[in-house]
């Protein structure tokens, strides 16, 4: 009954390879979310996906891109990963874009 | 830059104790959120005060928002060590981008047995 997951939860892949963390709501939310949270717990937005109207961080580099396949999916594809990726990333959802916001577990990337 | 800044960054108090965790930010908001997030797992949500509202209360939690000084404050009461974990403070404007949540850099509790 998890409301919001993320898979894989753990994901280690060499620099320069392409990889896609996924996400899926169960709650009927119209917004999708994902986060960097760096090794200093500092949580930044990413990308923000709301009936079709992507908001993206304006320092997010474009080797992230996400791509939404229906309201229930937000899945995160990084091409040509590089070492300063590694963090752990969240996804959430809320049923507005100003509303609460429920996360899944994270997905630890680790870059080699 | 971060919107959202808390204070202290970390916090160490016994169980029994009352904490108070105090969050500042800097431009116009809609709402203002706190979050907890333990050790290696996701965030979740504890309470959400819109611009309008003073004073919230969920169970042993007290939020506080002061829009003239743009600060809001946590107060959790008669502590106990399962509250150990880190709280953030997020906040939310209404124009474009500002929209997203904002989070501060969190503050660590640490509640002793």
């Known amino acids: 009954d998890t409301a919001v997951s993320q898979t894989p939860k753990y994901l280690v892949t060499q620099m320069g390879n392409d990889k896609s963390i996924k996400c899926e709501q169960n709650?009927?939310?119209?917004?999708m979310y994902w986060y960097k949270q760096d090794s200093k717990k500092f949580l930044k937005i990413m990308f923000s996906y709301n009936n079709k109207e992507l908001i993206i961080n304006e320092t997010v580099p474009n080797r992230f891109s996400p791509k939404s396949p229906d309201k229930a999916h937000l899945n995160l594809h990084i091409n040509s990963l590089e070492l300063g990726d590694s963090a752990v990333y969240f996804c959430?959802?809320?049923?507005?874009?100003?509303?609460?916001?429920?996360f899944g577990p994270g997905t630890r990337l680790l870059v080699l | 830059s971060q919107q959202g800044e808390e204070d202290p960054q970390a916090l160490s108090i016994q169980e029994g104790e009352n904490a108070t965790m105090n969050c500042s930010y800097k431009t116009s908001i809609n709402n203002l959120q706190w979050y907890r997030q333990n050790s290696g797992r996701g965030l979740v949500h504890l309470i959400l005060?819109?611009?309008?509202?003073r004073e919230k209360h969920s169970g042993r939690l007290r939020v506080t928002l002061d829009t003239s000084k743009k600060s809001s404050s946590l107060l959790i009461t008669a502590s106990r060590a399962a509250d150990t974990a880190s709280y953030f403070c997020a906040t939310v404007g209404n124009l474009g981008s500002a929209r997203q949540l904002t989070f501060g850099s969190g503050t660590q509790l640490t509640v002793l047995p």
């Open positions: 709650l009927g939310h119209d917004t």
């Open positions: 959430a959802s809320s049923r507005g874009l100003q509303e609460t916001q429920y």
């Open positions: 005060i819109r611009s309008n509202e």
